[in-house]
């Protein structure tokens, strides 16, 4: 059964900012972040869309979000490691974990593990195992594919990213690893330094842009279109929505959407968002609902119940409108919604 919204999801532009940001790496790998289901787009449908086009390192958070790829043929790492829960599922895998701490590590070589990833804290303060650690051979034996690190502030011009990559280089040929990796999406647009062997893009994949470097590289992937519930005509002086938040100055047509912030379509938009039918502008009135918007159809007299209309959803504008973050945008559109690739 087909859902009332949907997201409309563009594999061209998908691929087309993977090669960008690829391009932008240098000599480096291009990998993909795609935890939180894709950043909200849909993990699996990503990754195909992306393997197609020759990325082949991918990056999910747990191990359930690892088991959803598993039966593609692709590289993945789990970058939240090996709970002692984690570790049967892990052993089984093919997805290799990226081990954050001194107990990580000793879980994984007492099972007997195998390739691995390890991520260093190189300033950040939130996970990784200390530079100290590694100098003092907590690493030592480990098969390594990738010693990675993660930027703080990479969306900023901050000397914390300089601290970071320098701190990072140190570690050259310090351990068993492969590969180092440290940039971004912000950080692929800080340049060559930070490319190192692999990046790890993920809101710019998918259309966010978290450095004006990187305005004009990264297309929109995402539109949300929601079905018209019904077509109602709200008289001068009436108001529409909960607390009242619009009130009619002269006759207005009215669409009520189904679509609302238990979609991601956040209660920020109210009497803000734009939705579009065509080449008509349809201002949204009053305050987004749980499941419900409503806008303004005074220039789309042919809209009608069970018509579609397009959510203005370009993550930077979007972002400035709501009062959320372009993350926040992707990583909250709703289960509720049928996800259609064109």
């Given at each position: 059964?087909?859902?009332?919204?949907?997201?409309?999801?563009?594999?061209?532009?998908?691929?087309?900012?993977?090669?960008?940001?690829?391009?932008?790496?240098?000599?480096?790998a291009c990998g993909a972040a795609v935890k939180a289901n894709g950043y909200g787009l849909g993990a699996a449908?990503?990754?195909?869309?992306?393997?197609?086009?020759?990325?082949?390192?991918?990056?999910?958070?747990?191990?359930?979000?690892?088991?959803?790829?598993?039966?593609?043929?692709?590289?993945?790492?789990?970058?939240?490691?090996?709970?002692?829960?984690?570790?049967?599922?892990?052993?089984?895998?093919?997805?290799?974990?990226?081990?954050?701490?001194?107990?990580?590590?000793?879980?994984?070589?007492?099972?007997?593990?195998?390739?691995?990833?390890?991520?260093?804290?190189?300033?950040?303060?939130?996970?990784?195992?200390?530079?100290?650690?590694?100098?003092?051979?907590?690493?030592?034996?480990?098969?390594?594919?990738?010693?990675?690190?993660?930027?703080?502030?990479?969306?900023?011009?901050?000397?914390?990213?300089?601290?970071?990559?320098?701190?990072?280089?140190?570690?050259?040929?310090?351990?068993?690893?492969?590969?180092?990796?440290?940039?971004?999406?912000?950080?692929?647009?800080?340049?060559?330094?930070?490319?190192?062997?692999?990046?790890?893009?993920?809101?710019?994949?998918?259309?966010?842009?978290?450095r004006g470097e990187l305005t004009g590289v990264v297309r929109q992937v995402v539109t949300p279109e929601a079905q018209v519930l019904q077509r109602r005509t709200l008289a001068a002086g009436e108001s529409?929505?909960?607390?009242?938040?619009?009130?009619?100055?002269?006759?207005?047509?009215?669409?009520?959407?189904?679509?609302?912030?238990?979609?991601?379509?956040?209660?920020?938009?109210?009497?803000?968002?734009?939705?579009?039918?065509?080449?008509?502008?349809?201002?949204?009135?009053?305050?987004?609902?749980?499941?419900?918007?409503?806008?303004?159809?005074?220039?789309?007299?042919?809209?009608?119940?069970?018509?579609?209309?397009?959510?203005?959803?370009?993550?930077?504008?979007?972002?400035?409108?709501?009062?959320?973050?372009?993350?926040?945008?992707?990583?909250?559109?709703?289960?509720?919604?049928?996800?259609?690739?064109?």
């Amino acid at each position: 059964m087909s859902a009332p919204l949907r997201l409309r999801l563009d594999a061209a532009a998908l691929i087309a900012n993977w090669r960008a940001l690829d391009r932008m790496s240098g000599a480096a790998a291009c990998g993909a972040a795609v935890k939180a289901n894709g950043y909200g787009l849909g993990a699996a449908g990503v990754v195909e869309k992306l393997a197609g086009a020759g990325c082949r390192d991918f990056f999910v958070a747990t191990w359930a979000e690892a088991a959803v790829l598993e039966q593609l043929d692709v590289d993945v790492a789990v970058l939240h490691g090996i709970r002692a829960e984690d570790l049967a599922a892990a052993l089984r895998s093919r997805a290799r974990p990226v081990l954050n701490t001194a107990a990580q590590v000793a879980r994984w070589r007492a099972a007997g593990g195998g390739r691995c990833d390890v991520m260093v804290d190189t300033g950040m303060n939130r996970l990784g195992v200390s530079v100290e650690e590694v100098g003092q051979g907590l690493l030592d034996g480990l098969q390594i594919d990738t010693l990675m690190s993660h930027l703080a502030c990479a969306d900023e011009d901050s000397s914390t990213n300089a601290r970071q990559c320098a701190a990072l280089q140190a570690l050259k040929g310090r351990t068993t690893a492969k590969r180092l990796s440290l940039a971004n999406s912000a950080g692929i647009a800080l340049g060559a330094a930070y490319a190192f062997d692999l990046t790890r893009p993920g809101l710019a994949l998918y259309g966010g842009v978290p450095r004006g470097e990187l305005t004009g590289v990264v297309r929109q992937v995402v539109t949300p279109e929601a079905q018209v519930l019904q077509r109602r005509t709200l008289a001068a002086g009436e108001s529409i929505g909960y607390n009242a938040c619009y009130t009619a100055t002269e006759p207005t047509e009215v669409a009520i959407l189904n679509i609302g912030y238990a979609d991601g379509y956040w209660r920020g938009f109210s009497n803000c968002g734009i939705a579009r039918a065509g080449d008509a502008v349809l201002d949204v009135l009053g305050r987004v609902s749980m499941d419900l918007t409503a806008i303004c159809v005074n220039t789309a007299p042919t809209l009608c119940e069970g018509d579609w209309v397009a959510i203005d959803y370009a993550l930077p504008q979007a972002a400035a409108l709501s009062g959320m973050s372009q993350y926040e945008l992707l990583t909250g559109l709703g289960a509720r919604s049928d996800r259609v690739w064109s």
